[in-house]
């Protein structure tokens, strides 16, 4: 007999993947180069030589059947101190090898942290606007997902609703900056209240509240400043990290989960995440990337075009006539539609060839978000079709 928990969600098909698809028909019968794609967040920019270099040298000098074989379970014991090292010296947190442990993206990072710090039946609250999948992941390890709702238009987290949200079934928040949809960074003032919050009911409901962060954009940060890192606000954090936007490597899969030195449980976690892994069919990302990303910790893709693009597209937004918060980060831009239907906008906006995601699926409505992980010179070929969109609405 077929599973009917996911034969259900055949039926709930990704409004993002839909657009991309159909900008690929689309692209077939008018040229790709006159489709302004704005729908996937896949990487625009070529990952760094390091990378490259450290897979070549590797292939070349490395014995195979050591390269090549299974890692202990815990994952690569280099890449774990590496990562490690790297946090510490980023961070000031004395972060070990023990605090670390290696999954497939970010993604595999969430399922893995959820899973470790949930039983059946628990409460896990994100905020609003939020990364889609966050509702099969939450669900997947029988834990309900709980959503604040937003705070419009900075898009800062609801911390008052937050703190009237939270109940004794509430063992895990699970936040994301610099944030997917909207490009805000969660302020140092946000993270210090909301781990007071924490603080304060964790206290209450006399068990800790764990703090989930989901962390794959956070070396994407315009304006010279840095993310603040929500590890250092609260001591029970499980960052989650992910190499497909820093180094530019969404295909290869590899990500992480850092267990904050001070965690309750940080001497087991790592090991409770292996045993997860056993039991899901993880089992490590490639033990050669793992091996490859040791050696470029300390660099990244040239990210720059990304700031490039945001400051095109804010630009022409506002004095469009827009209402849009100005991204701190990420490669996403998240203005309000022009009508109070964010579906019917989008339409509106393939008439010109522009292909954008409705807000509904991240959990707020009437706002659209534009991915602009594309190559500059499309990005400012697209101007004009948002003016002619902006006309429609005009007349």
Do not use: W
């Amino acid at each position: 007999m077929l599973n009917e928990t996911y034969r259900a969600m055949l039926g709930n098909k990704s409004v993002i993947r839909e657009t991309f698809m159909y900008g690929k028909q689309r692209a077939a019968e008018i040229g790709y180069e006159n489709v302004f794609d704005y729908s996937l967040g896949n990487p625009s920019v070529p990952c760094p030589q390091e990378f490259t270099a450290a897979m070549q040298d590797l292939l070349t000098n490395e014995e195979p059947v050591n390269l090549h074989g299974y890692c202990p379970s815990q994952g690569d014991p280099g890449f774990r101190t590496d990562v490690a090292a790297h946090l510490t010296k980023t961070f000031g947190l004395p972060y070990e090898q023990k605090h670390i442990f290696p999954t497939t993206g970010a993604a595999g990072a969430i399922a893995h942290a959820i899973r470790a710090v949930t039983q059946p039946g628990d409460e896990v609250l994100t905020f609003a606007p939020y990364f889609p999948e966050y509702g099969p992941y939450v669900a997947g390890t029988g834990a309900v997902l709980k959503v604040v709702p937003p705070q419009a238009p900075t898009f800062q987290p609801n911390l008052d609703a937050f703190e009237q949200m939270i109940g004794e079934k509430t063992t895990c928040v699970l936040i994301n900056t610099p944030n997917n949809p909207t490009g805000v960074v969660y302020s140092a003032g946000t993270l210090t209240r909301m781990a007071e919050i924490l603080t304060e009911k964790s206290k209450a409901f006399g068990h800790n509240i764990f703090l989930v962060s989901d962390e794959p954009y956070r070396d994407i940060a315009f304006d010279g400043k840095k993310v603040p890192y929500p590890a250092a606000f609260y001591p029970h954090t499980l960052t989650c990290f992910s190499y497909s936007k820093s180094l530019s490597l969404p295909g290869e899969r590899l990500g992480y989960v850092a267990v904050r030195p001070g965690c309750e449980g940080e001497d087991v976690l790592v090991d409770m995440m292996a045993q997860i892994s056993r039991f899901t069919g993880h089992n490590c990302p490639p033990s050669i990337i793992q091996r490859a990303v040791s050696r470029c910790q300390d660099v990244t893709s040239d990210l720059s075009v990304y700031e490039t693009n945001m400051n095109l597209l804010y630009d022409k937004l506002t004095a469009l006539g827009f209402e849009v918060e100005r991204p701190g980060g990420t490669f996403y831009i998240f203005p309000k539609a022009l009508e109070e239907d964010a579906n019917a906008f989008c339409m509106k906006a393939r008439e010109f060839d522009l292909l954008l995601v409705p807000s509904d699926s991240f959990g707020v409505k009437g706002y659209v978000r534009l991915a602009y992980c594309i190559d500059t010179e499309k990005v400012k070929r697209s101007l004009p079709a948002l003016e002619k969109l902006a006309a429609a609405y005009r007349k």
